[in-house]
């Protein structure tokens, strides 16, 4: 089978979802599984390999036939994809991209989850309907905190280190 098909991460502070699509967005399976963050960053990790092999299997693949995979979590995260500080997980400094790299054997590609989950959001609107679709976009997640993600003039706003939207993390 050609490499074809890609996984979606979604790691929070409670949970961990896994979707695996094929090349033109549709989504095949799903999985999840708690995180169990209190047991570490490696363990967190390797509960992601398992639930990402979950996903491929109900989806009728190997995770060979992954192209790539795309993670967000709850963090300010890097350009190389190290979450620098998500205290709901206990990380610091953690190489997020890296080691699930590793794991999967493909290249991962890590975002802080509420500017991705924004960002997805956006790109399924415009795939719709491209003459229709929001110059801007606001999301907000409520989950183990408050998050949002920022779509302006049909750009992600990522500001530094994945931060430019976090209105969790404002004094008002």
Same mark, same amino acid.
């Given at each position: 089978?050609?490499?074809?098909?890609?996984?979606?991460?979604?790691?929070?502070?409670?949970?961990?979802?896994?979707?695996?699509?094929?090349?033109?967005?549709?989504?095949?399976?799903?999985?999840?599984?708690?995180?169990?963050?209190?047991?570490?960053?490696?363990?967190?990790?390797?509960?992601?390999?398992?639930?990402?092999?979950?996903?491929?299997?109900?989806?009728?693949?190997?995770?060979?036939?992954?192209?790539?995979?795309?993670?967000?979590?709850?963090?300010?995260?890097?350009?190389?994809?190290?979450?620098?500080?998500?205290?709901?997980?206990?990380?610091?400094?953690?190489?997020?991209?890296?080691?699930?790299?590793?794991?999967?054997?493909?290249?991962?590609?890590?975002?802080?989850?509420?500017?991705?989950?924004?960002?997805?959001?956006?790109?399924?609107?415009?795939?719709?309907?491209?003459?229709?679709?929001?110059?801007?976009?606001?999301?907000?997640?409520?989950?183990?905190?408050? @998050?949002?993600?920022?779509?302006?003039?049909?750009?992600?706003?990522? @500001?530094?280190?994945?931060?430019?939207?976090?209105?969790?993390?404002?004094?008002?």
């Amino acid at each position: 089978m050609a490499r074809e098909h890609y996984a979606g991460i979604d790691i929070g502070g409670t949970k961990i979802s896994v979707l695996i699509t094929d090349a033109k967005g549709n989504i095949l399976s799903r999985s999840k599984k708690k995180s169990k963050a209190e047991k570490g960053f490696d363990a967190v990790m390797d509960r992601v390999e398992e639930c990402v092999k979950l996903a491929c299997e109900e989806a009728g693949i190997e995770k060979a036939d992954l192209v790539t995979a795309g993670v967000g979590a709850p963090s300010p995260i890097t350009k190389d994809g190290v979450a620098i500080a998500a205290p709901n997980m206990h990380w610091k400094n953690a190489p997020l991209a890296s080691a699930l790299s590793s794991r999967l054997g493909v290249d991962v590609f890590a975002e802080n989850d509420c500017n991705i989950g924004t960002y997805g959001e956006y790109a399924a609107r415009y795939r719709q309907d491209p003459a229709t679709a929001d110059q801007t976009l606001v999301g907000l997640f409520m989950g183990t905190g408050l @998050g949002a993600g920022l779509v302006l003039n049909q750009k992600l706003v990522t @500001g530094d280190n994945s931060m430019g939207a976090e209105v969790g993390h404002m004094t008002i």
